[in-house]
C-alpha cells in the first residue's frame, strides 16, 4: 500500500488554509496527524519520500523479498497509540519475540533470555548460579525504578521555571509522580541516570556471558561505549512498557514488517480524515511576525495552516526549514549544539537459506531461530567505539541479526529467507574517505562477522542492501544518521529535549510545534511524541490561540 494524496485539487488551492499541516508521514507524524483529525482538525501530512513510515517501514529489497529497512523491533510502541487510534482493526499485529534476546557466543553456546523470568533464571545458572539469583532482584529493582519514570512518557516535561505559577505546578506534578519514593530508590535512579551500564554490570555481575546479554540491547543505536557515564539509563528505557499487552521490556515482531504500524497509523488517519500526500518535500516554513503562516514544497508550491507540526528532527527543521533571522540567537546556538552523529548502519539481506548459527538448539522452533545479537564481551563493545569515535570503521562490529522471515513468512518468497542486521558503531564522519566509497566495505565486514557466528550465510546471500550512516541521512532524513532525532543522553532528554527551555513541543514561533523523536521523550518506535505534540496543540487551540484567521 502506498498512501497519495487524494485531494490534490484543494491542496493546490491557494485559497485553501487548513488547521493543521504535518511536515513528514514518520510514524510520529501519522500519531500526531491522526489525533489532530480525531478532534476535528483539517490535517495534511506532507511526506518527502514515495511512502509514508520514515524509519519504520518495510520495504521491497529484491522482488517479492520485504524488509523492515530501518527499525526492525517494535518494543516500546505506546499501548495508548494502539488503542486510541484502533490499530489492530487496520492490521497491525505484533508477536512478543521470546527468547527477547539471544546471545551466541564463539564457543558454540548459545544464551536465550527467554520472558518467563523462572525460564530465564534456569537458563542464567547455566552461566552462574550467583548471577541467576542476582538477575531476579536486579530485575525487580529496575521494573520498579521504570514504573516511576513510566508516567513522563506521556505528557510534556515540567517547565523550571519558578518565576510562574505554571512553573510551580508543573513541578508540583512531577514531585507527585514520585510519591512513595524513599532514599535508596533515589540514589539508585540518579546512578541509573548518570552511571555507566559497564560499571553496573561489573557490579552485579560475575559471569561475562550474562553481562553481554544485559549489554545486547541496552546502548543500542547511543553515542558511547558500554563504560560511558550515562549508558546505563539503556536499562530503565527498555523497561517501559509497551504492545498492545502493556507488557514491561516488551519485545515485539510485527506482522508484514515495521512498515505495517505506519500503514496502520496512515489508514486509521485517513479513516478520521488526514490527507496524506508523498514526494512533497517541504523546503520552508514561512514565517510572518514570529507566527508559522504556510509551507512552501520544493516544487515551489506554498501550502497554508494555522498550525505547522514539524516531524522532522530539530537540526532539519530549525536549521534547514525555517530562516535563521526568524529564530532567536540563543535558541540557534542549543540547536545547533544537539548531539547528533549517528553511530549505526543497517545491512538487509535476502538469503537463498535459513543462517544457522552454531549452538542454536535443535528443538528451537522457527522463532526462537529469529533473534541473535553478536557481540562477544563489554570489552569489545568498548573497544568497537572507541575506534569509531576517531572516524575509524572498525574491524570487529557489533551485530544485531533478525532473521525476520522465520517471524512472518510472507515477507518472502518460498525458500528465500529475509536477515536484517542493525550495526555499530560506526562514525557519521570518516577520518579518510567517504560513506560512498566504503558502503560495500561495511557490508563486506558485516557479513564476515556473522559468518564466525553462522557460517552458512556468506554463500547464501541472493541480495544485499548497506545503509551507511550517510544514506539514513539521504535517503530517511535523519541528520547525521541518528537513529532518534538526537542522542539519548542524560543533557537531551526530559525537560532539555530538543533543548533546555521549548521541551513543551512548542517552538520560539508561534504555531509551530515539534513532534517527532527529537522532542520529548525522545527516539524510537513509541509514537510518545506525537501523541504528546497533538495533544499539546490542542490544548492550545481550545485557548483559541491558533485559531484566528490567517491574513
Ligand atoms: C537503522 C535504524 C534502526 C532502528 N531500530 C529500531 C528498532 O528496532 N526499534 C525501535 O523502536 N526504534 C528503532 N529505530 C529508531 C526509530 O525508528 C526512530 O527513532 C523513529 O522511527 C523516529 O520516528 P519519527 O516519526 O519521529 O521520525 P522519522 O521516522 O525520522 O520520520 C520523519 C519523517 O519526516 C520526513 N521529512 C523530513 N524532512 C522533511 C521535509 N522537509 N519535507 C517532508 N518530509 C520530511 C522524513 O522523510 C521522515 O519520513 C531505528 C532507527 C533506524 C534508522
Redesign the pocket.
Known sequence: MNFVTNSHKQSNNPDRVYDAIV???????LTAAAYLARAGLSTLV????HIV????VTEEIAPGCRVST???????LRPEVISELRLPDYGLRMIPCDPAIQVPFLDGDVVPWWSDRDRAQREFSRLSVKDAARFAQVDDQLKKLARYLQPFFMEPPPEIDTSSLKGWSDLFRVGKRFRGINNSEVSQLVSFLTGSLGEFLDQNYESEKMKTMFLANNVY?KHGGPYQPGTAIGLLFHLLSGGEHELQGFYGHVMGGMGSITQALAAAGQKLGVEIRTG???AQIDVRNGRARSVVLVDGTELRARVVLS??DPK?TFLN?VNEKDLPEDFLFSIRGIKMQGP?A?VNMVLSEEPKFTGTSPQATALERTFYTLVPSLAFAERCYDIAKFGNIPEELWVDCVVSSNADASLAPPGKHILTC?VQYVPYHLRQGTWDENREWLGDLVVKKIAEYAPNVPGAIIARQV?TPLD?ERT???TEGN???GDLRLEQLFFMRPVPGWSQYRTPIAGLYLC??GAHPG???TGA??RNAAHQVLRDWKKGRLREAIA
Open positions: 511536515i513528514g508521514g514518520g510514524h510520529n507524524g506532507l511526506e518527502r519520500r513510515g520514515g524509519c519504520c530501518t527499525s526492525y523491533i517494535a518494543s516500546m543505536g512533497a518535500s517541504v516531524n522532522a532539519r526549514l549505526c543497517k542493525f545503509l539514513l530517511y532524513g535523519l537513529i532518534f532525532h517527532g523523536a527516539g524510537g518506535v511524541p506525537g
